[in-house]
């Protein structure tokens, strides 16, 4: 199948585009972006891509804005989707890499986001796949969420930096390095801040350790925490709140997530925090 990116166009194209965020995040989720901001943004700088397949369906998309930052153009990638039936196959990561050359020809080198560091396989996307890092940890960044992705967990953000011409991201992009390295040695001596293990059939957290002061850490989070939600809430809820402890410490401390690794069967992702002493 031959996946082709590019801007939308039509109104029925920008309308599909809110289809799609629907299908994502809930139908009833109100803070979908209607069609003419979308068609605004496009006009004035930001970034409207879609990915379509052979039959021009559109099954995914990425939008962002651009402003100005201490003097310098910035942009902000506000959202980015994939049709269900159409993930793993790379089409996310396209959306961006296509997002990037539109920036890097406006002159825009920098680019935000922001992702819930309980999503594992976002987290993998963004520092591995991506370049970004990040630190700063957001507790409710968008406050009350109706979205059955956020039930439970509320919407703490890591926000992500990426830099579209640091020697990493150029290297993944332009380079053929894929995921990136990660950019330390030494992980198999790294304490871990938060852990996880089974308390009869739920994947629970360790108290966090705060207070360390390796200069690389490890920090767990579930593989799925989506699945993990459904049979098991009240884990999934202790898990936001013993991350949420760690991030704050640790971020606020100096600290930088700098990338991630799952563990072999997939049940854990562990953050890579490292500090510059």
């Not at 289809?19 to 979308?38: C, H, K, M």
């Not at 099954?59 to 153009?73: H, N, Q």
């Not at 910035?74 to 196959?89: C, I």
């Not at 990493?168 to 990660?182: A, D, K, T, Y």
């Amino acid at each position: 199948m031959t996946i082709l990116i590019r801007p939308l166009e039509t109104h029925d194209e920008f309308e599909a585009c809110v289809r799609i965020q629907e299908e994502t995040w809930g139908r009833d989720f109100s803070e979908r972006v209607p069609t003419a901001i979308l068609k605004v943004s496009a006009r004035l700088g930001g970034v409207v891509l879609g990915a379509f397949d052979d039959a021009d369906r559109m099954i995914g998309f990425v939008f962002g804005l651009t402003g100005m930052e201490r003097g310098r153009p910035v942009h902000w990638s506000d959202m980015l989707a994939v049709l269900p039936e159409y993930r793993g196959r790379g089409i996310g990561r396209r959306l961006k890499a296509r997002q990037r050359e539109i920036l890097l020809d406006m002159g825009v080198e920098r680019a935000y986001w922001t992702f819930d560091p309980l999503e594992a396989k976002n987290a993998y996307l963004n520092l591995m796949r991506l370049g970004g890092w990040s630190d700063e940890y957001v507790e409710a960044m968008y406050g009350r969420s109706d979205s059955p992705l956020h039930e439970g967990i509320g919407t703490d953000r890591l926000v992500l930096t990426w830099e579209l011409r640091s020697p990493q991201v150029v290297e993944l992009f332009e380079g053929g390095s894929e995921p990136v390295p990660i950019p330390v040695p030494e992980l198999d001596d790294a304490p871990l801040v938060v852990d996880g293990g089974y308390s009869g059939d739920a994947l629970e957290p360790s108290a966090p350790r705060l207070g360390l002061r390796s200069s690389i850490l490890l920090l767990a989070v579930p593989g799925d925490i989506q699945g993990l939600k459904e049979e098991h809430p009240g884990a999934a809820a202790r898990w936001r709140e013993a991350t949420r402890e760690a991030f704050g410490d640790y971020l606020a401390r100096g600290w930088v997530v700098r990338g991630g690794l799952f563990s072999r069967d997939y049940v854990l992702f562990r953050y890579v925090l490292v500090r510059d002493d």
